[in-house]
T-cell receptor, first 115, second 114 residues
Framework: AQKITQTQPGMFVQEKEAVTLDCTYD???????LFWYKQPSSGEMIFLIY??????QNATEGRYSLNFQKARKSANLVISASQLGDSAMYFC????????????FGKGTRLSVIA | ETGVTQSPTHLIKTRGQQVTLRCSSQ?????VSWYQQALGQGPQFIFQ???????GRGNFPPRFSGLQFPNYSSELNVNALELDDSALYLC?????????????FGPGTRLTVT
């Protein structure tokens, strides 16, 4: 069964600094996708970045990059040049190929950006 | 802006009542999934519909049911509401069911059961 673990309930970062949010995953399927979502207090899940299990390079999207370490089953999100608007809950999620699988989410990390 | 809308935004119901939540997704999005997010938790998968057929279900009892319509809208119905059903309900749509397909989430419906 798939599992996502986010061990940081809360993180603080100074504005304009970089921050890394940790995510480890577990699956027996060699084909899977890893996702990061941002959830502001309004509730909507905002897609940030995707990494496929066969992708050779780490994914990047603007200020977001995914530090993918397949052997360690790790998919950490790096946010560079943090902004006040980055304050939100961040969820790591995955889907694998075993049937019509949904997204499996971690418990999330609350990021607070300090001016 | 994901193009996925949900209604209503907020809802208060009494234990034992029934509720219907609605979701409208983008044209061409043939897959819709529903998730329940309790306070302080990550979303939990309820079920998924692909081309109007349920093709995946999480660990939720049969009193949670759904429908998907040809016009890319869908419903989540919950019968015999319990206090623990209080949560944010999110729908997400995509253009396919494979593991690489991005899911586009709506803003959610916050259900309170008293």
């Amino acid at each position: 069964a798939q599992k996502i673990t986010q061990t940081q309930p809360g993180m603080f970062v100074q504005e304009k600094e970089a921050v890394t949010l940790d995510c480890t995953y577990d699956t027996s399927d060699p084909s899977y996708g890893l996702f990061w979502y941002k959830q502001p207090s309004s509730g909507e899940m905002i897609f940030l970045i995707y990494q496929g299990s066969y992708d050779q390079q780490n994914a990047t999207e603007g200020r977001y990059s995914l530090n993918f370490q397949k052997a360690r089953k790790s998919a950490n999100l790096v946010i560079s040049a943090s902004q006040l608007g980055d304050s939100a809950m961040y969820f790591c999620a995955m889907r694998d190929k075993s049937g019509n699988t949904p997204l499996v989410f971690g418990k999330g990390t609350r990021l607070s950006v300090i001016a | 802006e994901t193009g996925v809308t949900q209604s209503p935004t907020h809802l208060i119901k009494t234990r034992g009542q029934q509720v219907t939540l609605r979701c409208s997704s983008q044209s061409g999005h043939n897959t819709v999934s529903w998730y329940q997010q309790a306070l302080g938790q990550g979303p939990q998968f309820i079920f998924q519909y692909y081309r109007e057929e349920e093709n995946g279900r999480g660990n939720f009892p049969p009193r949670f049911s759904g429908l998907q319509f040809p016009n890319y809208s869908s419903e989540l119905n919950v019968n015999a509401l319990e206090l623990d059903d209080s949560a944010l309900y999110l729908c997400a749509s995509s253009t396919g069911t494979g593991f690489s397909y991005e899911q586009y989430f709506g803003p959610g419906t916050r259900l309170t059961v008293t």
